[in-house]
């Protein structure tokens, strides 16, 4: 059997990744702030800690998938540090901002721990079929340590951003808001196409085959067309205007202008 | 030699689709508002018109790629309709509002002549190549005569919008829409990256080797990550603050929803 790896988060996305490293061979100690969430991996072994530090193992491997920069360094507090320990890893793969970022990955130094960032795209189907995109950042021997496991966790292209920490979480906010200004830019174009007696989809057929023959125009295009020709809005989005949000404070940080992140985040509430 | 076809509209688009024209053996009457541009077409057989009116045959196939809804407006008076006459056929594939275009199309039924809305995607270099996408809309009698004409300029794929002019027009308005949003999206996303210390290229590869692996984020992507790298802003963009005000105003009128348009059009000007 492989290492056995600390898994916190059990979300949409977290629960399908913490499954494919069971199937991977991997033993599991999971927490969740609800812990039914962690029924279907304790019925196939995993064992359910009580508190986030009871899933560390001195000098091992933590994988977190949580909501937001708060939960994130709300789990990593002394007791989690000091237990994880010279040479343990904390895999980072909750959004969260860069600076968040830097601040633990130099929490973590401090006690002798790795840190890497490493966020998610993909949707939990992808987190399922195993077909993830993680950009990364961090120290070598992080970079080195954390790349089975990535592999098992469901990661099909694993994308390297350099040393710095942070770099990755930048990476992650640049292409949630491309996907976010994409859909939403869409559902602004078929609204026009539908209302002007034009067929969404037959307009979603074209851009898809010429100039937009990319996976989010292709996946979202359709669900978009639905939604416009029923005349239905767009759905609110938590975690597009939590990304959003987070997008605009690092652009605000580097004095990046951003005035479409700024239009995007008041239709995504 | 095939049918003789009048060509107004000589600009960046208009010539090499006219030179691809000459090249398929057509034989061609070319105006341009500055006659000086029609000096390559001239060399090679084609006719100098001193006016519109005079590139039009009886009973023939005019094409007019021009600026504006003025202009394609101002070239098509009573005489133009009256030598186009009975079964002309007037391809109009300016980027022009829908309204207008439906207006263009009932003064030419009213002389018997028809009206093809056959607007076009692709930028000169792909004119040249003859890797055009263009959306038609209009009667069936119009598209059967207008299908070797297109393919003939440049044409390579032809996507049928239905019967009602205009409808071409909205793809063509929205499809415009989704490309000057994505390229200024990309600016935003990617100047953030370059600020906060991560290449902007290597960022472009890792999108478009995953979500966004389409035409428009492989060939913008690079020359948007170029400028962002070199601190430079984005050029002002005459053609896409026209369309994105046609867009704006098309949306107004069916009451569609626009608010990313409204963010993106003083970017442009």
């Given at each position: 059997m492989a290492e056995t790896i600390g898994f916190l988060g059990l979300g949409q996305l977290g629960l399908p990744m913490a499954q494919n490293l069971l199937e991977a061979g991997h033993a599991l100690r999971v927490y969740n702030?609800?812990?039914?969430?962690?029924a279907p991996l304790v019925a196939r072994g995993a064992q359910l800690a009580a508190?986030?530090?009871?899933?560390?193992?001195?000098g091992g491997v933590v994988v977190s998938v949580l909501w937001d920069d708060a939960s994130v360094e709300g789990i990593v507090d002394d007791a989690f540090l000091e237990r994880l320990g010279k040479d343990g890893l904390h895999i980072a793969m909750t959004t969260i901002a860069p600076e968040t970022s830097r601040r633990l990955a130099a929490r973590h130094a401090a006690h002798g721990s790795r840190y890497l960032d490493a966020p998610v795209f993909g949707r939990p189907e992808a987190a399922a079929a195993r077909r993830l995109w993680i950009p990364i950042a961090g120290e070598a021997a992080a970079k080195e340590r954390a790349r089975a496991v990535l592999e098992a966790l469901g990661g099909q292209g694993i994308f390297d951003f350099g040393v710095e920490p942070g770099a990755a979480m930048t990476v992650k906010l640049a292409g949630n808001f491309l996907i976010m200004s994409a859909m939403r830019s869409l559902g602004e174009a078929l609204s026009l196409a539908s209302r002007s007696g034009v067929d969404p989809h037959a307009v979603v057929e074209m851009l898809t085959a010429t100039m937009f023959g990319a996976p989010i125009y292709q996946s979202y295009g359709k669900i978009v067309a639905d939604l416009v020709r029923a005349e239905r809005p767009a759905p609110s989005s938590p975690i597009g205007a939590k990304d959003i949000g987070l997008f605009r404070k690092s652009a605000a940080a580097v004095a990046s202008p951003a005035p479409l992140a700024d239009a995007l985040l008041p239709l995504l509430g």
């Amino acid at each position: 059997m492989a290492e056995t790896i600390g898994f916190l988060g059990l979300g949409q996305l977290g629960l399908p990744m913490a499954q494919n490293l069971l199937e991977a061979g991997h033993a599991l100690r999971v927490y969740n702030r609800t812990a039914d969430k962690a029924a279907p991996l304790v019925a196939r072994g995993a064992q359910l800690a009580a508190r986030p530090v009871d899933t560390v193992s001195p000098g091992g491997v933590v994988v977190s998938v949580l909501w937001d920069d708060a939960s994130v360094e709300g789990i990593v507090d002394d007791a989690f540090l000091e237990r994880l320990g010279k040479d343990g890893l904390h895999i980072a793969m909750t959004t969260i901002a860069p600076e968040t970022s830097r601040r633990l990955a130099a929490r973590h130094a401090a006690h002798g721990s790795r840190y890497l960032d490493a966020p998610v795209f993909g949707r939990p189907e992808a987190a399922a079929a195993r077909r993830l995109w993680i950009p990364i950042a961090g120290e070598a021997a992080a970079k080195e340590r954390a790349r089975a496991v990535l592999e098992a966790l469901g990661g099909q292209g694993i994308f390297d951003f350099g040393v710095e920490p942070g770099a990755a979480m930048t990476v992650k906010l640049a292409g949630n808001f491309l996907i976010m200004s994409a859909m939403r830019s869409l559902g602004e174009a078929l609204s026009l196409a539908s209302r002007s007696g034009v067929d969404p989809h037959a307009v979603v057929e074209m851009l898809t085959a010429t100039m937009f023959g990319a996976p989010i125009y292709q996946s979202y295009g359709k669900i978009v067309a639905d939604l416009v020709r029923a005349e239905r809005p767009a759905p609110s989005s938590p975690i597009g205007a939590k990304d959003i949000g987070l997008f605009r404070k690092s652009a605000a940080a580097v004095a990046s202008p951003a005035p479409l992140a700024d239009a995007l985040l008041p239709l995504l509430g």
